[in-house]
C-alpha cells in the first residue's frame, strides 16, 4: 500500500482499529543498470529485522537466509543471472531523474516474484545520500482486504492498494492454462504410445511366431511362454523409464529456464515423487498393452512352425 507524505498517521489509527499488524516500509520502482541493459524492477527497503520477519530470502545455493548488509543491496536469483551479476559485482541505480548512483551487490536470493531489489535503510542512505522515508505499508496476515480497502482509500494520502492475494490468483490462473495443455499433450503422447507399443508388441510375437510355436510343442505352458516373451519386455520398458526420465528431466529443466524471465522464477529443483508417478503410470500402461497383444501366444498353431 502506497500513501503520501500526509497519510502514516491516519493510516496507523485506522489499521490500530482494525486490529491489523503491518510493516512499514519504503518501497520505490528503480531502473536497474548491468552490463549496458538497463531494466525496471521494485526496490523494498526497511531495517534489517523487518526485512528477515517479512522476505524469506534464501541462498539459492545453500538454503541459508539472506540478509542485506549495511553497504549493498540484495537482488533476485533470476535477475542475476539474467544480467551475468555476481556478489561483489557494481550495478548502477537510477533515481526518478535518472541520475546513477554505482552500489555493490552483496546478496543473491532466491525469490520467484514481486520484491526485485532490497535493501536497508542504512545501505540507502550510503548509496543515495537521503533517509528513506517510508511511504507504504505491508500488511501481515491479512488474505483480503476486500473488505475495508474502500476506507483505506478514502483516506486523504493513500495512493494506490495492491494485493499478493490477486497477484496470486493471476499467476495461478496462468498456470491452470499451462495444465491443461499439459494435459491435452499427455493424453496426445498416451495415444501415441498405444499404437506405438501395440505395433512393436505384434511385430515382435510375428518375427518370434516360430520359436514359440517350437517352445509349445515341446511342452511349456502358455504361461512360461509368455514369461519368456515379457522378459524382454520388462527390459525394454524399464529402460525407456530410466530414459524418458533423465531426458525429459534435461528438456524440463531447460524449458523451465527458457520461460523465465528477469523478474520471475520457477521453482527447478527435481521431484522425486513426480518421477515415481510418472514411472509407475508408464509401467502400468505397458503392461496393459503387453498384456492384449500377449494374447495371441495361446492361439499359436502347429502351422506356424513352416
Known sequence: MNLSKTAQ???QAFLDEKNVSYTKMHSRSVSFNAGQKITAGQMLCADRESIAQILHMTDPQTGEQVVPGEHGICIMRRTAEYYHVNVGDTVILYDASMQPYE????????????VGFVMTKDAYQE???????DNSFLLHDCKDISGFSDELRSIK????????VSLYRSAMNALTAMRYIILVLVIAAGVMAYFILMNLANMYINQ???ELTVMRVNGFTTREVISYVARETVVTTFTGILL????GAVCGYLILRFVEHPGAGFYLAPSLSAWLCSAGITALYS?????LSLRKVKDLKLTDIM
Open 157 to 164: 494520502g493513500v495512493v494506490s492498494i495492491s494485493s499478493n
Open 103 to 114: 552500489v555493490t551487490v552483496e546478496g543473491i536470493y532466491q525469490y520467484y516474484t514481486g
Open 9 to 11: 498517521e491516519d493510516i
Open 244 to 247: 524418458g526420465i533423465g531426458v
Open 127 to 133: 548509496v543515495f545520500g537521503t533517509q528513506a522515508r
Open 287 to 291: 503392461i496393459g498393452i503387453y498384456a
Open 208 to 210: 518370434k511366431k516360430r
